[in-house]
């Protein structure tokens, strides 16, 4: 209630309506309101309140707005480590001048990039074995032992993200993604565009839906279907025929939330069938929406949006 009654006085304030009071919610218009069908439900009080509402208000339900947080989920994994490889490099080099970071989710993207990490674990491992076999002395041992040291630690990285590319999901390409940030640029000397030096690889993975967050998504769902249309076995059939014109949601690229999207869809509309087809034919994926959605919003403005609540 209060996340509806803070996007209905934004809503108002952004077109510039005023004279309206933001304390209560009218759901249903003058012309809609039907107490009568509810008598089991409202107490005296109830009527009292409804009727003045309805006397000091002209409004009309004009659209049901849901924002929701995702379902219950599995814990989420997160790893991060610096690279300057030149087959990591190389996604830099084929993507457009200035791009800062690439995204990988698909399961034929993250095949790829695994092939490229298994390329350059060969090259560490034969880094690290020419510098340890070409130290002779202790002095020159003591020199390469930061260079030993930060080869073992991507080395160490390296192989402890392979099997997570390797991994084979339920919702392949939902729960996994890794992220390539430049972290280093260089400027070369025959070229006016600047090249990426170093990376900072973002591996995160997990936090998939459990099967009890299915079922808080889809009865979330079953319950605002009969909330919208109680007693009325009318009410589904027109909002089948309506709902690609009418019914829409929006969902961020987070897998977690796309598969709750589609499951409070598979409630609301009451359908059958697995979870796939409907996440790929019933939820908008749209570039601007999931821009909006996926926004990063800055630390400090998150912490007075926290102080707020």
Same mark, same amino acid.
């Given at each position: 209630n209060d996340c509806a009654t803070l996007i209905r006085k934004h809503l108002l304030d952004e077109c510039g309506v005023q004279g309206v009071d933001t304390s209560t919610m009218m759901i249903l218009g003058p012309d809609?309101?039907?107490?009568? !069908?509810?008598? /089991?439900?409202?107490?005296h009080e109830d009527y009292s309140m409804r009727h003045s509402l309805l006397n000091r208000s002209p409004e009309r339900l004009r659209s049901v707005i849901v924002v929701m947080r995702h379902g219950d989920r599995r814990p989420k994994e997160k790893m991060k480590f610096k690279t300057k490889m030149g087959p990591i490099l190389k996604y830099f080099d084929d993507a457009d001048p200035g791009v800062a970071e690439v995204k990988l989710k698909t399961p034929e993207e993250l095949a790829g990039l695994k092939q490229r990490f298994d390329l350059v674990a060969d090259e560490l491992r034969a880094q690290l074995k020419k510098i340890k076999g070409a130290a002779t002395d202790k002095e020159e041992q003591k020199n390469n032992s930061e260079k030993v040291q930060a080869i073992e630690e991507e080395l160490l990285n390296i192989d402890l993200l392979i099997p997570v590319l390797e991994m084979k999901d339920r919702f392949s390409g939902l729960e996994r993604k890794v992220q390539l940030k430049a972290s280093k640029w260089k400027q070369e000397k025959d070229e006016e565009c600047r090249k990426v030096a170093q990376v900072v690889v973002?591996? *995160?993975? =997990? =936090?998939? #839906?459990?099967?009890? =967050?299915?079922?808080?998504? *889809?009865?979330?769902g079953r319950r605002l279907r009969h909330d919208l249309y109680p007693n009325d076995p009318t009410g589904? #059939? %027109? #909002?089948? +025929?309506s709902f690609r014109h009418d019914f829409k949601i929006y969902s961020s690229q987070e897998g977690r939330c796309q598969i709750t999207a589609a499951a409070f869809t598979k409630g609301f509309l009451d359908l059958d069938g /697995? $979870? $796939?087809p $409907?996440?790929? +034919?019933l939820v908008t %994926?749209?570039?601007?929406?999931?821009g909006l959605l996926d926004e990063p919003i800055? *630390?400090? !403005? %998150? /912490?007075i949006v926290k102080q707020k609540i």
């Open positions: 809609e309101e039907k107490i009568s !069908q509810m008598s /089991d439900a409202l107490s973002v591996a *995160k993975w =997990g =936090g998939e #839906l459990t099967v009890s =967050g299915l079922a808080q998504a *889809k009865e979330l589904l #059939l %027109r #909002l089948h +025929s /697995d $979870i $796939i $409907i996440l790929v +034919s %994926r749209e570039s601007y929406a999931q800055p *630390k400090q !403005q %998150r /912490d």
